[in-house]
T-cell receptor, first 113, second 110 residues
Framework: NAGVTQTPKFRILKIGQSMTLQCTQD?????MYWYRQDPGMGLKLIYY???????DKGEVPNGYNVSRSTTEDFPLRLELAAPSQTSVYFC????????????FGSGTRLTVV | GQQLNQNPQSMFIQEGEDVSMNCTSS?????WLWYKQDPGEGPVLLIA?????ELTSNGRLTAQFGITRKDSFLNISASIPSDVGIYFC??????????FGAGTILRVKS
């Protein structure tokens, strides 16, 4: 059981480039989330989804886009990368109900230069 | 939005010491969760609390859901070097999202 898988683990982007961070879960969870974590800081919610075809903004959505065409996949798209997007990005998923909290992926470390 | 305060921001531990940290919220909630993040990894759920006054243990970790339902405490007994990392409290908020505290960074005292 792989859980939540994120790719790539590391990436360096030049300013203005675009990329997609991939997230896949094999637990049939309806709820999926994208967070960013800046050095020494907590987790900030970028976008989330409560099911295929349904997405909503979190607290820091600017500069990002998401889509949810299947239950398993929740990719995060960065358009026109900026240095302020240098961060570690975590994808998470959960079942309905809070008993087990979120299951997190191992993260993607992104540097924009 | 929901205000969640986590203290302390950071602390140093010496092997064998007991460690305590806490979180307080501005509103009443029904679920408190505690996570640990090891360096280079995603957070992992340690303990979940669902009832006011509930005390739950997981090995050397003990967490309590405050009786007012606005706070929670996490204690680590007899700390060991692998306890270092970042500990987050989180609330199961209405609206399908968890709200995370800013984290408590545990470091080893040299």
């Amino acid at each position: 059981n792989a859980g939540v898988t994120q790719t790539p683990k590391f990436r360096i982007l030049k300013i203005g480039q675009s990329m997609t961070l991939q997230c896949t879960q094999d637990m049939n969870h309806n709820y999926m989330y994208w967070y960013r974590q800046d050095p020494g800081m907590g987790l900030k919610l970028i976008y989330y989804s409560v099911g295929a075809g349904i997405t909503d903004k979190g607290e820091v959505p600017n500069g990002y886009n998401v889509s949810r065409s299947t239950t398993e996949d929740f990719p995060l798209r960065l358009e026109l990368a900026a240095p302020s997007q240098t961060s570690v990005y975590f994808c998470a998923s959960r079942e309905y109900g809070w008993e087990y909290g979120y299951t997190f992926g191992s993260g993607t470390r992104l540097t924009v230069v | 939005g929901q205000q969640l305060n986590q203290n302390p921001q950071s602390m140093f531990i010496q092997e064998g010491e007991d460690v305590s940290m806490n979180c307080t919220s501005s509103s009443i909630f029904n679920t408190w969760l505690w996570y640990k993040q090891d360096p280079g990894e995603g957070p992992v759920l340690l303990i979940a609390l669902y009832k006011a006054g509930e005390l739950t243990s997981n090995g050397r970790l003990t967490a309590q859901f405050g009786i007012t339902r606005k706070d929670s405490f996490l204690n680590i007994s007899a700390s060991i070097p692998s306890d270092v990392g970042i500990y987050f409290c989180a609330l199961g908020e209405y609206g399908n999202k968890l709200v995370f505290g800013a984290g408590t960074i545990l470091r080893v005292k040299s």
